[in-house]
């Protein structure tokens, strides 16, 4: 995409600084956008899953386990608890 020997753009640079660090916020937004405080489950099931993904990512350092494992705590929540 880029041809060698020229140097690669200041924009996709500054792309691949930020964008590390954006994707889990965008993700963390998209889990709370539609959250009624008000009514059902009152955000339970997202603050548990949350967490769990935090603190895997605290402890083992890992994106993918964290994540993976959050996603499992939520669907295990809203099929068998919620």
Same mark, same amino acid.
């Given at each position: ?8 753009? @200041?924009?996709?640079?500054?792309? *691949? ?7 889990? *916020?965008?993700?963390?937004?998209? @889990? ?8 059902? @489950?009152? *955000? ?25 494992? *959050? ?12």
């Amino acid at each position: 995409m880029f041809p060698p020997g020229r140097p690669t753009p @200041s924009y996709v640079r500054y792309l *691949g600084q930020v964008l590390p660090a954006a994707a889990p *916020g965008l993700l963390v937004i998209y @889990s709370f956008k539609d959250v009624n405080r008000f009514s059902g @489950s009152r *955000g339970i099931r997202e603050l548990l899953s949350a967490a769990v993904v935090a603190l895997l990512h605290l402890w083992r350092r890992s994106m993918l386990l964290s994540i993976a494992s *959050g996603t499992l705590v939520y669907m295990f929540l809203i099929q068998r608890v919620f």
